[in-house]
């Protein structure tokens, strides 16, 4: 009787950095459920790697997708699989330097949105590309924040406010979740359905939301 060749392993990361993302169809169990469909066409085994409410600005701080490369390093498992690029890294250099990581410790790369295998040279070109774009885009918006801060600041308006010590980790939760693309709307939802309260004790609104996102202290703390 032939000896049945065991299936690939990939460890399909699934992440968002809000609840709020379910709803632009980013959600945990939405990205799950299409990896194991694509993990199922290919014939690989699949173990689900969960991160919620990390941005994917760097890969460090994020306990779990480390802990899988790891894993992927020594062997236990031969693919990275992620609906999409903005899923794993938005960062050209943190990018740049997993798929240098992959090639060296011999385990792949795939994402499903744009089809791409990074194993292939025209993949792994395509991914760069893209995660230069999302780098830009994260620059442009800082840029444009910060000019728009400058102009206020010649309409008078006042920056820098000091943050309370007890509020300091609901005021970084909104500048990740902003930084990750969460709209304002979205955001000031998420914070009134948890019941997490504003400086001042009240009610989440967008521009709540939009005046620590804006802020002089956000520019500091970014």
Do not use: C
């Not at 960062?91 to 295998?117: C, Y």
């Not at 292939?120 to 918006?141: C, H, K, M, T, W």
């Amino acid at each position: 009787m032939s000896k049945q060749t065991p299936r690939p392993l990939a460890l399909a990361y699934v992440r968002v950095s809000s609840a709020v993302q379910v709803e632009e169809g980013a959600s945990l169990d939405a990205q799950e459920s299409t990896l194991r469909e694509e993990a199922a066409r290919r014939g690989w085994a699949i173990e689900i790697v969960r991160e919620e409410g990390k941005s994917a600005k760097s890969i460090h701080g994020r306990p779990a997708l480390t802990d899988a490369l790891r894993r992927l390093d020594r062997g236990e498992a031969q693919y990275l699989l992620s609906v999409r690029l903005d899923r794993v890294s938005r960062s050209v250099a943190d990018f740049a330097a997993l798929i240098d990581r992959a090639r060296r410790q011999h385990w792949g790369i795939v994402l499903l949105s744009p089809n791409l295998d990074l194993s292939d040279p025209s993949g792994e070109f395509v991914a760069n590309v893209l995660a230069s774009a999302a780098q830009y885009e994260r620059r442009l918006i800082s840029v444009r924040t910060r000019e728009g801060m400058a102009q206020r600041k010649t309409e008078g308006a006042v920056f820098g406010r000091e943050v309370a010590a007890d509020f300091l980790p609901t005021y970084r939760r909104v500048l990740l979740m902003s930084a990750d693309g969460v709209g304002l709307n979205a955001i000031a939802r998420t914070l009134n359905d948890e019941g997490v309260p504003t400086a001042k004790g009240g009610k989440w609104y967008a521009s709540t939301v939009r005046a620590i996102v804006m802020s002089e202290t956000a520019k500091t703390l970014g």
